[in-house]
Protein backbone atom coordinates (compact mmCIF):
# COMPACT_ATOMS: atom_id res chain seq x y z
CA UNK A 1 0.00 0.00 0.00
CA UNK A 2 2.86 2.26 0.47
CA UNK A 3 4.80 3.67 -2.48
CA UNK A 4 6.81 6.62 -3.28
CA UNK A 5 9.73 6.29 -1.00
CA UNK A 6 13.43 7.09 -1.67
CA UNK A 7 15.99 7.26 1.08
CA UNK A 8 17.59 10.41 1.97
CA UNK A 9 21.25 10.28 3.42
CA UNK A 10 22.60 12.10 6.82
CA UNK A 11 20.29 9.66 9.51
CA UNK A 12 16.82 10.30 7.61
CA UNK A 13 15.80 6.83 6.95
CA UNK A 14 13.42 7.03 4.53
CA UNK A 15 10.48 9.57 3.78
CA UNK A 16 7.31 7.88 2.27
CA UNK A 17 3.87 8.62 0.48
CA UNK A 18 1.14 6.40 1.74
CA UNK A 19 -1.43 6.04 -0.37
CA UNK A 20 -3.63 4.10 1.96
CA UNK A 21 -3.81 7.12 4.44
CA UNK A 22 -3.09 10.04 2.38
CA UNK A 23 -0.24 11.34 4.68
CA UNK A 24 3.58 11.53 4.02
CA UNK A 25 5.88 10.28 6.77
CA UNK A 26 9.65 10.32 7.64
CA UNK A 27 11.23 7.65 9.51
CA UNK A 28 14.78 8.46 10.90
CA UNK A 29 17.50 6.28 12.56
CA UNK A 30 19.71 7.12 15.22
CA UNK A 31 22.40 5.20 16.89
CA UNK A 32 23.05 3.87 19.93
CA UNK A 33 21.01 5.88 22.98
CA UNK A 34 23.80 8.24 24.88
CA UNK A 35 23.82 6.05 28.70
CA UNK A 36 22.47 2.43 29.71
CA UNK A 37 18.69 3.47 29.67
CA UNK A 38 18.35 1.47 26.52
CA UNK A 39 14.21 1.14 26.69
CA UNK A 40 14.03 4.88 27.27
CA UNK A 41 15.58 5.60 23.70
CA UNK A 42 12.38 3.74 22.33
CA UNK A 43 9.55 5.26 23.88
CA UNK A 44 7.71 7.13 22.15
CA UNK A 45 5.93 10.82 23.03
CA UNK A 46 3.39 11.49 20.17
CA UNK A 47 3.28 15.25 19.57
CA UNK A 48 0.29 16.95 17.77
CA UNK A 49 1.35 19.62 15.60
CA UNK A 50 -2.13 20.24 14.83
CA UNK A 51 -4.70 18.41 12.93
CA UNK A 52 -3.53 15.43 10.76
CA UNK A 53 0.39 15.94 12.22
CA UNK A 54 2.40 14.26 14.34
CA UNK A 55 5.74 13.70 15.96
CA UNK A 56 6.96 10.70 17.27
CA UNK A 57 9.74 11.77 19.69
CA UNK A 58 12.31 9.13 21.94
CA UNK A 59 12.80 9.30 25.46
CA UNK A 60 16.42 11.25 24.63
CA UNK A 61 13.99 14.35 22.66
CA UNK A 62 14.69 12.35 19.52
CA UNK A 63 12.70 12.59 16.68
CA UNK A 64 11.79 9.28 15.30
CA UNK A 65 9.03 9.66 12.71
CA UNK A 66 7.35 11.91 11.47
CA UNK A 67 3.60 11.53 10.46
CA UNK A 68 1.60 14.81 8.20
CA UNK A 69 -1.61 13.86 5.95
CA UNK A 70 -2.04 15.90 2.76
CA UNK A 71 -4.30 17.79 3.68
CA UNK A 72 -3.21 18.97 7.04
CA UNK A 73 -3.27 23.02 8.15
CA UNK A 74 -0.28 24.53 7.45
CA UNK A 75 2.38 25.85 10.11
CA UNK A 76 3.21 22.29 11.19
CA UNK A 77 6.70 22.81 10.58
CA UNK A 78 6.93 26.08 11.83
CA UNK A 79 4.90 24.41 15.19
CA UNK A 80 7.82 21.28 15.08
CA UNK A 81 10.51 23.40 15.21
CA UNK A 82 9.46 25.47 18.06
CA UNK A 83 8.41 22.09 20.22
CA UNK A 84 11.34 20.11 19.37
CA UNK A 85 14.58 21.03 19.77
CA UNK A 86 15.59 19.33 16.10
CA UNK A 87 18.90 18.65 14.69
CA UNK A 88 20.40 19.54 11.18
CA UNK A 89 18.91 16.17 10.20
CA UNK A 90 15.50 16.49 11.55
CA UNK A 91 15.12 19.58 10.49
CA UNK A 92 16.35 18.35 7.00
CA UNK A 93 13.80 15.42 7.09
CA UNK A 94 11.20 17.56 7.92
CA UNK A 95 12.02 19.95 5.18
CA UNK A 96 11.90 16.61 2.60
CA UNK A 97 8.00 15.74 4.19
CA UNK A 98 6.65 19.68 3.39
CA UNK A 99 8.54 19.14 -0.01
CA UNK A 100 6.25 15.88 -0.79
CA UNK A 101 3.51 17.79 0.54
CA UNK A 102 3.71 20.92 -1.26
CA UNK A 103 4.57 19.05 -4.92
CA UNK A 104 1.78 16.47 -4.53
CA UNK A 105 -1.34 16.87 -6.72
CA UNK A 106 -4.44 15.77 -5.52
CA UNK A 107 -5.38 14.30 -8.47
CA UNK A 108 -2.52 11.71 -7.93
CA UNK A 109 -3.86 10.34 -5.15
CA UNK A 110 -5.78 7.13 -6.07
CA UNK A 111 -7.74 6.42 -3.39
CA UNK A 112 -10.76 8.62 -1.50
CA UNK A 113 -8.74 11.30 0.47
CA UNK A 114 -10.46 11.49 3.90
CA UNK A 115 -9.83 14.72 6.60
CA UNK A 116 -9.05 13.26 9.26
CA UNK A 117 -11.03 15.75 11.72
CA UNK A 118 -13.66 14.80 9.79
CA UNK A 119 -14.67 11.62 11.41
CA UNK A 120 -16.98 10.96 13.95
CA UNK A 121 -19.14 8.72 16.08
CA UNK A 122 -22.59 7.87 14.48
CA UNK A 123 -23.99 5.56 16.87
CA UNK A 124 -23.03 3.98 20.60
CA UNK A 125 -22.40 0.20 21.10
CA UNK A 126 -25.21 0.13 23.31
CA UNK A 127 -26.32 -3.97 23.55
CA UNK A 128 -23.77 -5.17 21.13
CA UNK A 129 -22.06 -8.05 22.03
CA UNK A 130 -18.45 -7.82 22.63
CA UNK A 131 -16.00 -10.67 23.02
CA UNK A 132 -12.66 -9.38 24.72
CA UNK A 133 -10.39 -12.21 24.77
CA UNK A 134 -7.20 -12.16 27.32
CA UNK A 135 -9.65 -10.05 29.97
CA UNK A 136 -7.91 -11.13 33.43
CA UNK A 137 -5.64 -8.26 33.40
CA UNK A 138 -3.77 -4.91 32.20
CA UNK A 139 -4.76 -4.21 28.44
CA UNK A 140 -8.02 -6.53 28.19
CA UNK A 141 -9.61 -6.00 31.64
CA UNK A 142 -9.43 -2.24 30.88
CA UNK A 143 -10.91 -2.70 27.48
CA UNK A 144 -13.31 -5.02 29.07
CA UNK A 145 -14.27 -2.72 31.62
CA UNK A 146 -14.58 0.79 29.09
CA UNK A 147 -16.88 -1.44 26.40
CA UNK A 148 -19.19 -2.57 29.30
CA UNK A 149 -19.35 1.77 30.62
CA UNK A 150 -20.30 2.30 26.91
CA UNK A 151 -23.33 0.02 27.29
CA UNK A 152 -21.85 -3.11 25.70
CA UNK A 153 -22.98 -7.10 26.86
CA UNK A 154 -19.37 -8.03 27.35
CA UNK A 155 -17.58 -11.77 27.62
CA UNK A 156 -14.01 -12.19 28.29
CA UNK A 157 -12.02 -15.07 28.65
CA UNK A 158 -8.93 -15.70 29.99
CA UNK A 159 -7.41 -19.36 31.07
CA UNK A 160 -8.59 -19.50 34.55
CA UNK A 161 -11.13 -17.87 36.93
CA UNK A 162 -9.31 -16.85 39.89
CA UNK A 163 -6.10 -16.28 38.07
CA UNK A 164 -2.81 -17.75 36.67
CA UNK A 165 0.72 -17.09 37.18
CA UNK A 166 1.08 -13.47 35.17
CA UNK A 167 4.08 -13.74 32.37
CA UNK A 168 6.11 -11.35 34.11
CA UNK A 169 9.98 -11.62 36.35
CA UNK A 170 7.53 -10.73 39.35
CA UNK A 171 4.08 -12.28 40.60
CA UNK A 172 0.88 -10.03 40.01
CA UNK A 173 -2.23 -11.42 41.62
CA UNK A 174 -5.07 -10.43 38.51
CA UNK A 175 -7.87 -12.60 37.77
CA UNK A 176 -10.76 -12.97 35.78
CA UNK A 177 -13.37 -12.61 38.33
CA UNK A 178 -11.85 -8.90 39.20
CA UNK A 179 -12.45 -8.00 35.84
CA UNK A 180 -16.06 -9.40 36.45
CA UNK A 181 -17.30 -8.35 39.60
CA UNK A 182 -16.42 -4.54 38.82
CA UNK A 183 -18.40 -4.47 35.31
CA UNK A 184 -20.90 -6.18 37.30
CA UNK A 185 -20.58 -3.74 40.40
CA UNK A 186 -21.15 -0.72 38.28
CA UNK A 187 -24.35 -2.12 36.62
CA UNK A 188 -22.71 -3.62 33.81
CA UNK A 189 -23.70 -7.03 31.51
CA UNK A 190 -20.52 -9.26 31.78
CA UNK A 191 -20.15 -13.22 31.16
CA UNK A 192 -16.71 -14.96 31.82
CA UNK A 193 -15.53 -17.65 29.52
CA UNK A 194 -12.96 -19.35 30.42
CA UNK A 195 -10.45 -20.81 27.42
CA UNK A 196 -6.77 -21.31 26.77
CA UNK A 197 -6.30 -19.63 23.18
CA UNK A 198 -2.67 -21.95 23.13
CA UNK A 199 -5.29 -24.61 22.07
CA UNK A 200 -6.22 -24.64 18.57
CA UNK A 201 -10.06 -25.98 19.78
CA UNK A 202 -10.68 -22.93 22.09
CA UNK A 203 -11.77 -20.46 19.41
CA UNK A 204 -14.62 -22.38 18.35
CA UNK A 205 -15.70 -23.50 21.90
CA UNK A 206 -15.33 -19.38 22.74
CA UNK A 207 -17.66 -18.03 19.62
CA UNK A 208 -20.14 -21.16 20.21
CA UNK A 209 -20.34 -20.52 24.87
CA UNK A 210 -20.53 -16.82 23.80
CA UNK A 211 -23.73 -17.06 21.40
CA UNK A 212 -25.05 -18.89 23.82
CA UNK A 213 -24.95 -16.68 26.58
CA UNK A 214 -25.43 -13.21 24.91
CA UNK A 215 -26.14 -13.45 21.29
CA UNK A 216 -23.71 -13.12 18.02
CA UNK A 217 -20.56 -11.57 18.60
CA UNK A 218 -21.02 -7.68 17.27
CA UNK A 219 -17.57 -6.74 18.25
CA UNK A 220 -14.38 -8.76 18.57
CA UNK A 221 -11.38 -7.59 20.72
CA UNK A 222 -8.45 -10.30 19.81
CA UNK A 223 -6.01 -8.65 22.64
CA UNK A 224 -4.72 -11.55 24.41
CA UNK A 225 -1.36 -11.91 23.54
CA UNK A 226 1.80 -14.11 24.77
CA UNK A 227 4.78 -11.58 25.26
CA UNK A 228 8.21 -13.87 25.25
CA UNK A 229 11.70 -11.94 24.66
CA UNK A 230 14.61 -14.27 23.92
CA UNK A 231 17.64 -13.92 21.54
CA UNK A 232 17.56 -16.24 18.58
CA UNK A 233 19.22 -19.59 20.54
CA UNK A 234 17.28 -19.20 23.32
CA UNK A 235 14.46 -20.67 20.96
CA UNK A 236 12.74 -23.66 20.31
CA UNK A 237 10.53 -24.73 17.70
CA UNK A 238 7.86 -25.37 20.00
CA UNK A 239 7.76 -22.46 21.98
CA UNK A 240 7.56 -20.50 18.44
CA UNK A 241 4.58 -22.21 17.40
CA UNK A 242 3.29 -21.86 20.76
CA UNK A 243 3.58 -18.05 20.78
CA UNK A 244 2.12 -17.88 17.37
CA UNK A 245 -0.75 -20.07 18.18
CA UNK A 246 -1.88 -17.46 21.04
CA UNK A 247 -0.99 -14.62 19.41
CA UNK A 248 -1.33 -15.20 15.71
CA UNK A 249 -3.12 -18.26 14.61
CA UNK A 250 -5.67 -18.14 17.42
CA UNK A 251 -7.33 -14.80 16.46
CA UNK A 252 -7.43 -15.75 13.14
CA UNK A 253 -9.60 -18.44 13.56
CA UNK A 254 -11.61 -16.30 16.00
CA UNK A 255 -12.10 -13.82 12.72
CA UNK A 256 -12.71 -16.88 11.00
CA UNK A 257 -15.49 -17.92 13.27
CA UNK A 258 -17.11 -14.50 13.36
CA UNK A 259 -16.66 -12.41 9.54
CA UNK A 260 -19.57 -14.93 8.27
CA UNK A 261 -22.27 -13.96 10.29
CA UNK A 262 -21.27 -9.82 10.59
CA UNK A 263 -20.79 -10.05 6.94
CA UNK A 264 -24.68 -11.80 6.65
CA UNK A 265 -25.91 -8.87 8.91
CA UNK A 266 -23.78 -6.21 7.51
CA UNK A 267 -22.46 -4.77 10.13
CA UNK A 268 -19.53 -5.44 13.05
CA UNK A 269 -16.07 -4.51 13.76
CA UNK A 270 -13.00 -6.38 15.15
CA UNK A 271 -10.24 -4.92 16.61
CA UNK A 272 -6.84 -6.06 16.71
CA UNK A 273 -4.59 -5.52 19.81
CA UNK A 274 -1.14 -5.12 18.38
CA UNK A 275 2.59 -3.36 19.32
CA UNK A 276 4.60 -0.75 18.10
CA UNK A 277 7.31 -3.65 17.85
CA UNK A 278 5.39 -4.72 14.74
CA UNK A 279 7.68 -2.03 13.06
CA UNK A 280 10.82 -2.77 11.06
CA UNK A 281 13.93 -1.84 13.73
CA UNK A 282 15.11 1.40 13.02
CA UNK A 283 18.98 1.10 11.40
CA UNK A 284 21.15 0.08 10.96
CA UNK A 285 23.35 1.37 13.24
CA UNK A 286 20.95 -0.33 15.44
CA UNK A 287 20.05 1.25 18.74
CA UNK A 288 20.42 -0.52 22.20
CA UNK A 289 16.78 -0.98 22.47
CA UNK A 290 16.92 -3.05 18.75
CA UNK A 291 19.91 -4.94 20.14
CA UNK A 292 18.95 -5.52 23.59
CA UNK A 293 15.07 -5.84 23.86
CA UNK A 294 14.81 -9.47 21.82
CA UNK A 295 11.49 -8.77 20.10
CA UNK A 296 12.39 -11.08 16.47
CA UNK A 297 9.42 -13.56 17.48
CA UNK A 298 6.93 -11.24 19.31
CA UNK A 299 7.40 -8.85 16.96
CA UNK A 300 6.87 -11.24 13.52
CA UNK A 301 3.77 -12.32 15.39
CA UNK A 302 1.81 -8.58 15.91
CA UNK A 303 3.23 -7.69 12.34
CA UNK A 304 1.46 -10.85 11.18
CA UNK A 305 -1.63 -9.56 13.32
CA UNK A 306 -1.26 -6.58 11.49
CA UNK A 307 -1.09 -7.91 8.16
CA UNK A 308 -4.21 -9.86 8.54
CA UNK A 309 -6.30 -6.76 9.65
CA UNK A 310 -4.95 -4.61 6.72
CA UNK A 311 -5.86 -8.08 4.30
CA UNK A 312 -9.45 -9.68 6.37
CA UNK A 313 -10.43 -5.75 6.03
CA UNK A 314 -10.00 -5.83 2.01
CA UNK A 315 -12.46 -8.94 2.06
CA UNK A 316 -14.79 -7.19 4.33
CA UNK A 317 -15.48 -3.61 3.57
CA UNK A 318 -17.99 -3.93 1.08
CA UNK A 319 -20.41 -5.51 4.13
CA UNK A 320 -19.81 -2.55 6.71
CA UNK A 321 -17.74 -4.84 8.80
CA UNK A 322 -14.49 -2.87 10.54
CA UNK A 323 -10.94 -4.26 10.97
CA UNK A 324 -7.93 -2.76 12.40
CA UNK A 325 -5.02 -2.81 14.43
CA UNK A 326 -4.46 -0.57 17.05
CA UNK A 327 -0.97 -0.58 19.35
CA UNK A 328 0.01 1.76 22.96
CA UNK A 329 1.92 4.78 21.59
CA UNK A 330 4.83 2.76 23.56
CA UNK A 331 4.62 1.12 26.05
CA UNK A 332 0.93 0.79 28.25
CA UNK A 333 0.67 1.50 32.26
CA UNK A 334 0.08 -2.03 33.20
CA UNK A 335 0.71 -3.80 36.39
CA UNK A 336 2.88 -6.38 34.26
CA UNK A 337 4.78 -3.50 32.57
CA UNK A 338 5.72 -1.39 35.73
CA UNK A 339 6.61 -4.91 37.28
CA UNK A 340 8.96 -5.66 34.71
CA UNK A 341 10.32 -1.95 33.72
CA UNK A 342 12.41 -0.34 35.74
CA UNK A 343 12.33 2.64 32.92
CA UNK A 344 8.61 2.81 33.58
CA UNK A 345 8.93 3.55 37.24
CA UNK A 346 11.59 6.20 36.98
CA UNK A 347 9.66 7.89 33.98
CA UNK A 348 5.94 7.12 33.83
CA UNK A 349 5.52 9.91 31.82
CA UNK A 350 6.34 7.71 29.12
CA UNK A 351 4.30 4.90 30.02
CA UNK A 352 0.78 5.24 28.35
CA UNK A 353 -2.56 4.58 30.73
CA UNK A 354 -4.71 2.16 30.05
CA UNK A 355 -7.44 4.58 29.76
CA UNK A 356 -6.19 6.07 26.28
CA UNK A 357 -5.86 2.52 24.41
CA UNK A 358 -8.76 1.49 26.01
CA UNK A 359 -10.68 4.92 24.29
CA UNK A 360 -8.82 4.19 20.99
CA UNK A 361 -10.59 0.43 20.87
CA UNK A 362 -13.78 2.11 21.97
CA UNK A 363 -13.73 4.90 18.96
CA UNK A 364 -12.62 1.70 16.66
CA UNK A 365 -15.52 -0.19 17.93
CA UNK A 366 -18.12 2.70 16.80
CA UNK A 367 -19.82 2.98 13.13
CA UNK A 368 -17.90 5.89 11.66
CA UNK A 369 -18.98 7.82 8.73
CA UNK A 370 -16.51 7.76 6.55
CA UNK A 371 -15.80 3.88 7.80
CA UNK A 372 -12.27 3.40 9.04
CA UNK A 373 -11.02 -0.26 8.70
CA UNK A 374 -7.87 -1.76 7.42
CA UNK A 375 -5.66 0.54 9.85
CA UNK A 376 -2.89 0.04 11.61
CA UNK A 377 -2.96 2.71 14.33
CA UNK A 378 -1.42 4.00 17.58
CA UNK A 379 -3.92 5.16 19.99
CA UNK A 380 -2.75 8.79 21.38
CA UNK A 381 -2.93 10.11 17.32
CA UNK A 382 -5.95 8.45 16.46
CA UNK A 383 -7.87 9.99 19.27
CA UNK A 384 -6.87 13.55 18.89
CA UNK A 385 -7.11 13.30 14.74
CA UNK A 386 -11.02 12.01 15.73
CA UNK A 387 -10.58 14.82 18.19
CA UNK A 388 -11.80 12.42 21.07
CA UNK A 389 -11.33 13.05 24.43
CA UNK A 390 -9.96 10.16 26.73
CA UNK A 391 -12.66 8.74 28.84
CA UNK A 392 -12.35 6.81 32.33
CA UNK A 393 -12.47 3.38 32.63
CA UNK A 394 -16.11 3.90 34.02
CA UNK A 395 -17.34 6.28 31.16
CA UNK A 396 -16.47 9.72 33.44
CA UNK A 397 -13.82 12.08 33.15
CA UNK A 398 -9.99 11.22 33.38
CA UNK A 399 -7.45 13.43 34.08
CA UNK A 400 -3.80 11.78 33.49
CA UNK A 401 -1.27 14.60 35.66
CA UNK A 402 1.41 12.71 33.57
CA UNK A 403 -0.30 12.91 30.20
CA UNK A 404 2.25 14.58 27.79
CA UNK A 405 -1.01 15.09 24.84
CA UNK A 406 -3.76 16.72 26.52
CA UNK A 407 -6.59 14.57 25.00
CA UNK A 408 -9.08 15.65 28.29
CA UNK A 409 -12.22 16.72 27.73
CA UNK A 410 -12.36 20.27 26.97
CA UNK A 411 -15.94 20.91 28.40
CA UNK A 412 -15.21 21.27 32.39
CA UNK A 413 -17.00 19.23 34.35
CA UNK A 414 -18.83 16.99 31.88
CA UNK A 415 -19.09 13.80 32.75
CA UNK A 416 -21.17 10.61 31.00
CA UNK A 417 -23.19 8.19 33.44
CA UNK A 418 -20.62 6.17 35.36
CA UNK A 419 -23.47 3.81 35.23
CA UNK A 420 -24.75 1.32 32.47
CA UNK A 421 -27.69 2.43 30.55
CA UNK A 422 -30.96 1.19 32.18
CA UNK A 423 -31.88 -0.57 28.84
CA UNK A 424 -29.06 -3.00 28.56
CA UNK A 425 -30.36 -5.64 30.25
CA UNK A 426 -33.81 -6.03 28.38
CA UNK A 427 -31.67 -5.80 25.40
CA UNK A 428 -29.31 -8.80 26.21
CA UNK A 429 -32.54 -10.61 27.22
CA UNK A 430 -33.95 -9.72 23.70
CA UNK A 431 -30.76 -10.84 22.18
CA UNK A 432 -30.78 -14.46 23.81
CA UNK A 433 -34.34 -15.32 22.61
CA UNK A 434 -33.49 -13.93 19.17
Known sequence: M??????????CDRVVVDFATSSVEAVLDHPDAPNDEWAFGIARLEMSLGIGAWAYVDGFGRLRRLRVHLEAPTGWL??????CRCTDVEVFAAKQVARVIATFEQTNVNVETRDPSTTRPQSSIVGRVVLVTG???????AIAKRLAAAGALVAVTARTLEGHPAQSDESIDTTLIDTVNVIRELGGVVEPVLADLADPGAPEAIVAEVAGLLGPIDILVNNAARGVYLPLENWSSAAVARLFQ???FSPFALCRLVIPEMKRRRTGAIVNVSSIVADRPLGPPYGLFERKSFTTVYGMAKAALDRMSTGLAVECCDYDVRINSISPSGGARTPGALAASKMFNRYPEYAEPLETI????????????PMITGRVLTSGSLLADLDR???????????????VIDLRDPIAGEALPHKVPPSTRRVAADRRRA
Open 2 to 11: RDGGFALPQG
Open 78 to 83: DRLQKT
Open 135 to 141: ASRGIGA
Open 246 to 248: VNV
Open 358 to 369: TEAVLALSEPTQ
Open 389 to 403: PVRALDGGPFDDHFA
